[in-house]
């Protein structure tokens, strides 16, 4: 009788429902969720900005998005130049850090 229960109980395996979640969940929510060196974490926004963005903020977040567009608009053989150009240094420690940085320095202050 011992053997039968144990063909019939129930066997599960343990699923990660959600495999990557980065960002905020909801426009209204206050916590968010970000990968940092292969561990989730999870954050809350104690005191959100109240202010409008000054003129040096706005700035420095269109740099940033005209650099990102620069590296979207890479060229292979420009990645292949980037990619050698990563192996010889030792301060950044993945390709894309590395090229955006080098695209946001091409813009200059």
């Known amino acids: 009788m011992g053997d039968q229960n144990k063909s019939t109980m129930s066997r599960f395996k343990p699923i990660d429902l959600i ?3 980065r960002g905020k969940l909801c ?3 206050d916590i968010y969720f970000q990968r940092r060196a292969r561990t989730l974490c999870t954050g809350k926004i104690c005191n ?3 202010k409008p963005f000054t003129e040096a903020e706005l700035a420095r ?3 940033f998005a005209q650099a990102r567009a620069a590296v979207k608009a890479l060229t292979p053989e420009q990645i292949a130049d980037y990619a050698t150009a990563f192996k010889n240094q030792t301060k950044y420690v993945s390709l894309q850090g590395y090229m955006f ?4 320095a091409k813009l200059g202050n």
């Open 61 to 63: 977040q269109a740099k």
């Open 101 to 104: 940085a080098m695209e946001y």
């Open 27 to 29: 426009s209204h929510s």
């Open 19 to 21: 495999k990557e979640l």
């Open 48 to 50: 959100p900005r109240t």
